[in-house]
């Protein structure tokens, strides 16, 4: 990119994306030429809104222009966000859901798996099996009915739907007037005859009684293997997800009243964006932390970059997503808070460790404890205006000099250091009989160690080590905080865009409108491919149903489906095991049919992903293949920002326009006075050497004594010791 003169260059913006976050409000705005700037604002949980059209004339503003001036030329917005997981996390949903199982099946949602009582749980506590915890239901018991009637797991009927205990189920839910009542039988996904007849009754039931409750079945939602996490879906769907739509609404609304008449679209989980009446949004949930892994996935196909960590550090939590071999793998068995879903998304894990993150003193053991609860938008107790009573990460990253009391969040947020400074003596160093300043600094180590056992329980665990890794850190709070938790991790690199604080909102910019639908099929390839032309028939009709289901999405959103593109996918695995791998069908035997003679490349294709994954000695092909799930996503290209390209300068140091001042900062055990620079005029070609504090109206990179951080012409900062 070309280095921009704002006074003569018009910018025409084109692309909006934002990332509404549990604090901050972040939004990344792309011009016709691919150019882009940041902007943010402080979240307004009440009404995103708010925030949102903050955050984007905040980076409008940067370009002389508004959301008003600039609607002209606008393509689309893509929002992400933690909205709906946070209602969950905080159990804020006000929906009352009703359900019908099978009978002898009421208490699934109430007892779950094995492993959703301890899959959100800490690494020591996954580790020795110590501890489970089974999360408060959604839906209570008294609220959940059961009927009897059975499908078997390959589709067939075993037992005839109880049609009397059906219309009795449906009756007594209506009696409690609820706001949706939910269906999910055992192996619907095989066969939905008996969840659609059940719809049947209930709209005879709700029309003798003048009732509009709507029924949802899982087998319209997802129609995919799993019972547990295919009704925690269903039911999440109605708990966390639906109250949003009014926020998106709300933020639909206020665009559209700037004169705004773009598409307004939704991030899900698996990479693309649908709009936001879209008949299921579950998908979006977490939307926010998993848009940085697709900006990661852009920038290491951009650079070149086979294996990067995508860590991201907010005002809540540690999100970290890691793409192996350009591949990052779409999970199925993720949970969001205790709950098991069958929700495709990129494989991701969480820590509660956020720059907001409460430190408290366990009275019992008289030890330090971060987190998982956070103070959220509201920073800490150095924010006078927040009523926060509880120190936090932040009060200590300010009581070490690493923020500018008076430049948090471009000056909108001062920080009082010495009321920080108080509660953090009082709170925390004094039942300690510590040293304040000490405290401070031993409250980031803990946090940072747990960042650092985060990224290598991950990297490890897929059978890798941390020097096969580059590492990008994002988030407002990464790079504050990437010297602590990568100086014990040998990476091969540490990547710091200057764009960090809204890298999850420039990962939204890099999605295509997309709609992704999915079915289980449990299709068994035999290992002589006696039955390939049989299989080749099953695929064939399953992926045109899939494409006629993304066509019917396209339409319903008045978007040319002649300008669109379908990319069927496939989930495979070794007939017997466990795990199955996602692989696209390739391009050269998909032209609307599956012959038997491609399952020969599918073969070959998944054979190749699966040694990327696991060890080649694993291979089982005498025992055939299994297709488990059949993936169709329709997909309508949208426009890309473009990485800076700036030619680099030939001086080492920053010029002069960039130093700010001088500030102490505390760092192993001592104090060191640090060079205070402004980020946006640090040219491609300087190394910041440290001890020096980068400043943005948006982040604070920190660079360390024995640290120094050269920035090159993507305005990357590789930070590194001397």
């Not at 509880?390 to 947020?413: E, K």
């Not at 602590?484 to 710091?496: A, K, N, P, S």
């Amino acid at each position: 990119m070309v280095i921009i003169d704002m006074a003569t260059e018009e910018h025409k913006p084109e692309l909006l994306a934002l990332d509404t976050g549990g604090t901050m409000t972040d939004s990344f705005a792309v011009d016709r030429q691919g150019r882009y700037t940041v902007g943010k604002a402080q979240t307004t949980p009440e009404d995103e809104s708010v925030g949102v059209v903050d955050s984007f004339n905040d980076a409008l503003g940067k370009w002389g222009t508004s959301i008003e001036a600039g609607s002209g030329t606008l393509r689309g917005t893509v929002y992400s966000g933690t909205a709906m997981l946070n209602r969950l996390l905080e159990r804020e949903g006000e929906a009352e859901i009703g359900l019908v199982t099978n009978m002898g099946f009421e208490d699934t949602h109430r007892f779950g798996r094995g492993i959703q009582s301890w899959a959100d749980l800490s690494y020591a506590g996954r580790l020795h099996a110590r501890e489970h915890e089974h999360p408060d239901p959604i839906v209570p018991r008294e609220r959940i009915e059961g009927v009897r009637g059975r499908i078997r797991f390959d589709g067939t009927e075993m037992v005839p739907l109880n049609e009397a205990e059906a219309r009795r189920a449906v009756e007594s839910l209506l009696d409690r007037d609820l706001d949706v009542i939910c269906v999910t039988l055992l192996f619907s996904y095989q066969n939905p005859a008996h969840e659609r007849r059940i719809r049947e009754i209930a709209e005879e039931v709700k029309s003798e009684r003048g009732d509009d409750t709507p029924i949802w079945l899982s087998s319209d939602q997802n129609p995919v293997r799993g019972e547990l996490p295919r009704l925690n879906s269903l039911v999440l769907e109605g708990y966390a997800v639906e109250p949003s739509r009014e926020q998106l609404e709300n933020i639909d609304e206020a665009l559209r009243s700037r004169g705004y008449e773009a598409p307004f679209r939704v991030l899900t989980s698996s990479g693309g964006t649908v709009a936001p009446d879209h008949d299921w949004l579950v998908e979006t949930m977490i939307s926010g932390p998993i848009g940085g892994i697709f900006g990661g996935e852009y920038v290491s196909d951009a650079l070149g970059i086979d294996n990067l960590v995508c860590s991201d550090v907010g005002g809540t939590s540690f999100d970290v997503g890691l793409i192996t071999e350009g591949h990052y793998p779409t999970r199925w068995d993720q949970s969001l808070a205790k709950f098991m879903v069958n929700i495709p998304m990129a494989a991701m894990d969480t820590i509660g460790s956020g720059t907001g993150s409460y430190v408290r003193v366990d009275r019992t053991s008289n030890r330090l404890e971060v987190g998982p609860d956070s103070a959220g938008y509201l920073v800490g107790v150095s924010n006078e205006d927040a009523d926060v009573e509880t120190p936090t990460v932040t009060d200590c990253t300010a009581m070490l000099g690493y923020l500018n009391p008076d430049y948090f969040l471009g000056g909108d947020i001062p920080l009082d250091v010495e009321r920080a400074e108080a509660a953090i003596e009082e709170e925390i160093a004094d039942p300690l009989d510590q040293d304040p300043i000490e405290t401070a600094r031993g409250v980031l180590d803990i946090v940072e160690r747990n960042m650092t056992n985060e990224l290598r329980g991950m990297i490890l665990g897929l059978g890798y080590s941390p020097e096969n890794y580059t590492l990008v850190s994002y988030g407002g709070g990464g790079p504050l905080h990437a010297a602590g938790y990568t100086r014990d991790v040998d990476f091969q690199d540490v990547l710091i865009p200057d764009w960090a604080a809204a890298f999850s909102a420039f990962g939204c910019s890099t999605a295509d409108y997309a709609y992704r639908y999915d079915r289980s099929l449990d299709l068994v390839i035999a290992p002589d491919m006696s039955n390939a032309e049989q299989c080749a028939e099953v695929l064939t009709e399953t992926f045109r149903a899939l494409r006629e289901q993304a066509t019917e999405a396209f339409e319903r959103d008045d978007i040319d489906v002649s300008e669109t593109e379908f990319e069927p996918a496939v989930r495979m695995q070794y007939t017997g095991m466990l795990d199955d791998i996602e692989i696209a069908v390739p391009d050269r035997i998909w032209d609307g049919e599956i012959a038997a003679e491609d399952l020969d490349v599918l073969i070959d294709t998944y054979e190749e992903e699966f040694a990327k994954v696991f060890k080649r000695a694993a291979r089982s092909p005498e025992l055939g293949y299994m297709v488990t799930v059949a993936v169709g996503t329709g997909i309508a290209p949208s426009p890309k920002p473009a990485l800076p390209d700036e030619t680099p300068v030939e001086a080492d140091d920053p010029p002069e326009a960039a130093h700010k001042a001088e500030r102490p900062i505390y760092w192993d055990g001592d104090w060191h006075d640090a060079t205070i620079l402004e980020m946006e005029h640090v040219q491609p070609g300087n190394t910041v050497t440290g001890p020096s504090v980068i400043e943005a109206p948006a982040t604070t990179v920190l660079v360390p004594p024995g640290f120094e951080a050269p920035l090159d012409d993507n305005r990357i900062y590789h930070l590194e010791t001397q």
